[in-house]
């Protein structure tokens, strides 16, 4: 079998998961409203929306906090590429950071934006493999960040019935993360492995060899990564809000503290699980996890419903957010397609002459670094 048909055998697989989930979360939820046994009416979906469309307050409110998330991740960006040795300016971290968000939420089943935005930064500096190594850490981070913003809700929901599925995923995925870093930041480990040889015998062992190193520098900058989390847990924060108000705009009862715990599963499934844009991943964990006592509704069916209305709204405001990155994408456009930068960084050709540079002459404007 060629590397042609597996890609797309691939990309079959990916939307026929995507497909089927969909199918499910669309069967829990109810689109047009229904009578409860007691006689009073349940709202569906459509009259659950027309209550979002009056309380456009709820909707500026997400839509304004929204807007703080990409300037808060240039900056985290910016400041783990300073580790690297690559210095761009905080207008072209934000440019990128922008670019990035527009393709990840307009464009999730053709290239993902943080291909696209790895192959820019890529252009403008020698040390391409850890640029591209550090876009993909900066993605880590969050979903790291992601997960201890929930502990510290576990903590202080402990004992909350409604919220115990999520807090053994957050508990489940932080003891994963903290062991599999502990294995790979310790000397001792890697000595004994001999991870060196076994890098130099890989496949692209020289490019290997220097997202390793690209990724064990972090273990002598504790406190930029300190920081890095500390402008995720701002950034991740903002998307707790900006969901709530939406909720509470659709008719969900007051009560913040489940969407800090119950959220980051949802982020993280919506990020690891291999469907274009997390679609029917993060509908069906939201589902799942928003629960009638949760969003204050008298039957499960009903919480469906909204959980359904609430997570779409908010993909309607990230898309909104998002589209400056497409104004900023289209005024310095590249003869390179999405899906070509996508292949390029996938085939590891991240040597100085390689495609990633390709189109360097067609872009007066470049920047470098």
Known sequence: MNKRTRTILWHVARLAVMAALVAWVVSQAAWDDTVRPDGTHAAGIKTIALRLARQWGWVLAAFAVMTLQSPIGAVRWRLLLRVQGIHITLRESLRLTYIGWFFNNWMPGATGGDFVKAWYIARQTQRKPEAVTVVFLDRFIGMVALALLGAIAVAASLHDARVRTAQIIIAAF????????????????????????????????????????????????????????????????????????????????????????????????????????????????????????????????????????????????????????????????TTVSPRTMRETLEGADLTPDGPAQADEANDPEKRHA
């Open 174 to 333: 932080l003891a994963a993360t903290a062991a599999g870093c502990g294995l790979f930041y310790s000397r001792r480990v890697r000595a004994a492995l001999r991870l060196d040889t076994l890098v130099a015998h890989l496949p692209l062992g020289p490019v290997v060899a220097r997202v390793d190193r690209a990724l064990f520098i972090y273990r002598g900058h504790k406190g930029t990564v300190a920081a890095a989390m500390a402008y995720s847990w701002v950034a991740q924060a903002v998307s707790v809000f900006s969901v709530y108000f939406l909720a509470l705009g659709l008719g969900a009862q007051p009560g913040l503290a489940p969407y800090f715990v119950n959220l980051p599963v949802v982020w993280i499934g919506w990020s690891l699980i291999p469907v274009p844009g997390g679609v029917g991943v993060a509908e069906g964990l939201v589902q799942q996890l928003f629960s009638a006592p949760v969003l204050g509704v008298p039957t499960p069916a009903e919480a469906a419903t909204l959980a359904l209305a609430m997570i779409m709204a908010y993909r309607l405001v990230q898309m909104a957010v998002s589209l400056p990155g497409a104004a900023l994408y289209l005024a310095r456009r």
